[in-house]
Nanobody
Framework: QVQLEESGGGSVQAGGALRLSCAAS????????MGWFRQAPGKEREYVAA????????FYTDSVKGRFTISRDNAKNTVYLQMNSLKPEDTAVYYC?????????????????WGQGTQVTVSS
């Protein structure tokens, strides 16, 4: 069982930056691929980024490439999402997610465990 807790959301103007953090419980964090998803009002939840168990591989949805960076610190059981050059269309609830072993599950839009989400609001 893995419990995930996001933090770092907030309100920012377009062009600004935020860093989201996701703290995971348990001793097996390093065996999970981790990812971030988001859900905007009236829209379905969408995959944003994923990172492999060791952090050597990262993947992004096209709309955030070059602006967002996912990283992890296995010693701290934490995954991060650095978001730069934010746009109003990035406004959403952001969810941390974990999947056993590989990023394939996350990149298909699924996960084994989910956090509760943190709100990100970008104003124009």
């Amino acid at each position: 069982q893995v419990q995930l807790e996001e933090s770092g959301g907030g309100s920012v103007q377009a062009g600004g930056a935020l860093r989201l953090s996701c703290a995971a419980s348990g001793r097996t964090f390093s065996t999970y691929a981790m990812g971030w998803f988001r859900q905007a009002p009236g829209k379905e939840r969408e995959y944003v980024a994923a990172i492999s168990t060791g952090g050597g591989l990262t993947f992004y949805t096209d709309s955030v490439k070059g602006r967002f960076t996912i990283s992890r610190d296995n010693a701290k059981n934490t995954v991060y999402l650095q978001m730069n050059s934010l746009k109003p269309e990035d406004t959403a609830v952001y969810y941390c997610a974990a999947a056993r072993s590989t990023t394939v599950t996350l990149r298909s839009g699924q996960a084994d465990y989910w956090g509760q989400g943190t709100q990100v609001t970008v104003s124009s």
